[in-house]
């Protein structure tokens, strides 16, 4: 079982930058591909960006904003989100999953899910 917890949303004004994180518990997150996903009011959740053994990725729309890593020592993932633009206010989710070889940016390949954390740009 994988516990994880996101902290670090709240509200900011277009062109500021936030750092969101996922801590996880009950397996090291080394061994785990760790994505963030984003799921505004009445929308799908959508894959924002993905860490794993075979690099990072990320959605077209956040490429060159947003940076994803981890720490390992800390069991955490973050989520650097810079220049941000009204477009991406939205519930962040933080997921693990523990297989290999799934598509990554497909929310059905993750085992476990944090409850979220909000992020809100002012304009």
């Known amino acids: 079982q994988v516990q994880l917890v996101e902290s670090g949303g709240g509200l900011v004004q277009a062109g500021d930058s936030l750092r969101l994180s996922c801590a996880a518990s009950?397996?090291?997150?080394?061994?785990?591909?760790m994505g963030w996903f984003r799921q505004g009011p009445g929308k799908e959740r959508h894959f924002v960006a993905a860490?794993?053994?075979?690099?990072?990725y990320y959605a077209d729309s956040v490429k060159g904003r947003f940076t994803i890593s981890r720490d390992n020592a800390k069991n955490t993932v973050y989520l650097q989100m810079n220049s941000l633009k009204p477009e991406d206010p939205a519930v962040y989710f933080c997921?693990?999953?523990?297989?290999?070889?799934?598509?990554?940016?497909?929310?059905?390949?993750?085992?476990?899910w944090g409850e979220g954390t909000q992020v809100t740009v002012s304009s």
């Open positions: 860490i794993s053994w075979t690099g990072t």
């Open positions: 997921a693990a999953s523990l297989r290999q070889g799934v598509t990554i940016s497909e929310a059905a390949s993750y085992d476990y």
């Open positions: 009950g397996r090291p997150s080394a061994r785990l591909a």
